[in-house]
């Protein structure tokens, strides 16, 4: 199965490299596969600056404040529902269900992948695993949540060969 992940042209402006892009791809697929997601589905992701991403979380969440990703999902879900193209929005060109759009501060990834002390690769790849799993119903408000979504992520990220402290 065909899954379709758009990014917007300001991947040059931030500077991501492509191989990150590639593996920024993959790893949306490899999330859907793990969740044993079965339709085609579409995903964008755009890239920002930490300004960018403060705007952004400030104007869509109320929290004036700089965050990593962020994750726009277009269906109500929740871990394991079924997606169901009949009743989601499809787009006409591909025949994929929208899941959401991701918004990625690649300045505030490079500054985590520092911190952590990993590639930008790795820290890309884990926060595009994670949002991809927010698009998907996943959430971490409870420790229970927080739990399940570690678990998925992880073995994502492992079947990718990234390890969570590469």
Do not use: W
């Not at 269900?97 to 500054?111: C, H, K, M, P």
Request: one cysteine or more; a negative charge.
């Amino acid at each position: 199965m065909r899954h379709y992940v758009r990014m917007l042209p300001l991947i040059k402006r931030h500077g991501v490299p492509k191989k990150i892009a590639f593996d920024m791809r993959r790893s949306v697929v490899a999330t859907l596969d793990e969740c044993g997601v079965d339709v085609c589905c579409e995903v964008h992701i755009c890239f920002t600056d930490n300004d960018g991403i403060r705007r952004i979380n400030s104007d869509h969440r109320g929290m004036n404040r700089v965050t990593d990703v962020l994750s726009f999902p277009m269906l109500d879900l929740f871990p394991g529902d079924e997606i169901s193209p009949e009743e989601c929005d499809v787009n006409p060109e591909t025949g994929a269900v929208f899941l959401g759009d991701i918004v990625v501060s690649a300045t505030r990834a490079r500054e985590q992948a520092e911190l952590f002390g990993h590639s930008l690769e790795r820290e890309m790849v884990y926060l595009t695993v994670h949002s991809v799993l927010h698009l998907l119903g996943y959430d971490h408000e409870t420790e229970e949540e927080d739990a399940q979504m570690r678990e998925v992520a992880t073995k994502v990220v492992e079947k990718l060969n990234f390890k969570l402290m590469e």
